[in-house]
């Protein structure tokens, strides 16, 4: 999606736009990661002077893997984003506070890619109390109970270890 920055005639003027993001431009996901719908982005812009404000959000429907389990993991996230765009001729009149644009567009694509891959979270659970994997047999513990045998405890734990049945 491209915002037509010619389209604002008055300085300070806000003008809204609601679309979709092509992400046939994206790099491929990760195995096991995929977006289930197009992003969505809605917001506003205006333009003061050579700079240009863009404010939004973008809504995300992904599928992922849970980290704690591996199993399939659907998140829907709405992400806040606030830009300001610099009319520059060359890379030498980019202000560091500002992206760079030619001056009759903004490739709003680009910045989705970028909201996206920032927003992408190190730990995704498919539910919050999610018990992941055992780690004696590899069960998956919100499916099925684990059949491992406690391991004998060494008598220098056994204190810590009453400590912990007690509290259970």
Known sequence: MKLQISEVTVPGEAIAFHGSIDTTEWQAEPEGEALLDAPQIDGH??????YVYVDG???????????RCLDDAECRQTLPFSEVYVKTAT?????????????????LDALARDIV???????????????????????????ESCQCVPEEVPPQWAALRELLTTKQ
């Open 91 to 107: 890379a030498a009149e980019t202000d560091f506070d500002a992206l760079p644009f030619d001056g009759s567009y903004i490739d």
């Open 57 to 67: 959000e973008l809504h995300v429907h992904g599928r992922t893997t849970c980290t």
């Open 117 to 143: 891959i920032m927003a992408a979270g190190a730990q995704v659970l498919c539910r919050d109390d999610c018990r992941g994997l055992c780690p004696g047999c590899g069960v998956n513990l919100n499916h």
């Open 45 to 50: 812009y205006r333009r003061d002077g050579r």
